[in-house]
């Protein structure tokens, strides 16, 4: 247990003991107008750009020039299979196997497609739970599912909340729905960690209650993957999505990823949507009208997937690999907690920490009391990048793969001269 201080040359001490720090020169960082680098807690959001990304996609892009069409076959790097160059760092990083991970389309394009062979409403059970605050495009994508299939989304969809006067769901709340309400629900779908408070769930702990009640259970781990340790396989989950521009670095509307637990992975009596990249690659190229899925998650697959991002989230996978997960995630703990433990320091009654201290990844969210996004725009002119959630709350991430102790320490003496 490290003993935290209050100093900036605590903070340097800090950064100077870190294995990871290193990584930190591996990432482009915005700059002001006048050149000085801007603190940047905003990896939850979109992350930093990688320095390789250029070289990534620059073989590429000459691959493309040089063969054309050929390329799919002969680049240094063949198009054709180019997925399945990140399928085994993508599956280390969410805890599966290679069998069960494939990186492919966007986030709510893999969440319709996983609800259409995992949501099978009857008229007994036939709800859907969720997060009441979860993220929108979760709200709409269930609820559309749900009215595809003819239900009500009043009357089909369970959103869980906090209680009165709380900020965070808690375990045997959830649990104790599923007790009392399973008979009826078909499918629990919740966030890995909620994008507003940052909390993280027992992803084992719910999908343990829902199989008790015979409900499936699927995850949304846009704010999860690359953030904090994932055993998908071992948890028996039965699908998760993800996608990869937070944490994981691939870059604005970055390519998405998407896990199948095994135990499906020959099932073909689960309905999907079938596209020609998930037909036997045995046979995909003689055309055959009929379908045969791959086995595994590959064979949700639709098209083709898009060379370039893919190469961009290589890029970043490749120093996740290097890092190691579970050292990124050590470091995590101690950089929050450290962004914790000053914003304590301060003794300021406005300030409120609604991320709970045992169930979190890389962010904070604070609320600031009696203030509104002029306080947000202020702190924004002393150089910081995070942002702002109505009505109150300051969203933070500091992320161990390109934030340092001393980041942290300047935040909050900025932070400071705001207040």
Not at 247 to 267: M, Q, R, T, W
Request: charged fraction near 20%.
């Amino acid at each position: 247990m490290v003993a935290f201080s209050n100093s900036h040359d605590f903070a340097v001490s800090m950064d100077k003991k870190d294995p990871l720090a290193h990584f930190r020169e591996r990432f482009h960082f915005p700059k002001d107008p006048s050149g000085n680098t801007l603190l940047y807690f905003c990896g939850n959001s979109l992350g930093l750009q990688p320095k390789t990304v250029r070289a990534y996609i620059e073989q590429e892009l000459s691959d493309w020039e040089h063969l054309g069409v050929e390329g799919h076959f002969q680049a240094k790097n063949p198009w054709m299979p180019y997925h399945e160059f990140l399928t085994e760092k993508m599956a280390n990083i969410v805890g599966a196997k290679p069998l069960e991970t494939v990186v492919m389309n966007s986030l709510t394009v893999n969440l319709h497609l996983m609800m259409v062979s995992f949501y099978r409403p009857t008229n007994e059970k036939y709800k859907i739970v969720i997060e009441k605050n979860a993220f929108p495009s979760d709200q709409y994508a269930v609820k559309s599912q749900i009215a595809f299939h003819g239900f009500n989304p009043e009357e089909a969809l369970i959103e869980v909340s906090p209680r009165q006067g709380e900020d965070m769901l808690r375990k045997e709340d959830i649990e104790q729905l599923l007790e009392e309400e399973g008979h009826a629900i078909a499918l629990v779908l919740l966030g890995g960690v909620n994008y507003y408070t940052g909390q993280a769930f027992d992803i084992e702990r719910i999908t343990m209650a829902a199989h008790k009640n015979n409900c499936l259970a699927g995850f949304d781990l846009a704010h999860a993957a690359g953030n904090i340790e994932l055993q998908l396989h071992d948890w028996q989950v039965d699908f998760a999505v993800w996608c990869s521009y937070k944490y994981l670095n691939s870059g604005p509307g970055g390519i998405s990823g998407c896990f199948v637990h095994e135990k499906y992975a020959d099932d073909t009596s689960l309905p999907r949507f079938a596209g020609w990249w998930g037909h036997d690659k045995k046979t995909r190229f003689l055309m055959g009208s009929e379908f045969y899925p791959i086995s595994g998650a590959e064979g949700w697959q639709l098209s083709n997937p898009p060379i370039l991002p893919l190469a961009s989230l290589r890029a970043s996978l490749d120093i996740f690999e290097e890092a190691g997960m579970q050292q990124l995630v050590q470091k995590s703990k101690l950089l929050t907690g450290y962004l914790e433990f000053l914003l304590l320091e301060m003794k300021n009654d406005r300030i409120q920490i609604i991320t709970p201290k045992d169930e979190r990844g890389a962010q904070l969210s604070i609320r600031i009391k009696n203030s509104n996004k002029a306080l947000f725009n202020q702190l924004i002119q002393t150089g910081v990048i995070c942002d702002w959630r109505e009505p109150d709350v300051i969203r933070l991430a500091p992320v161990p793969l390109y934030n340092s102790f001393v980041d942290v320490y300047t935040f909050v003496q900025r932070l400071k001269s705001v207040l």
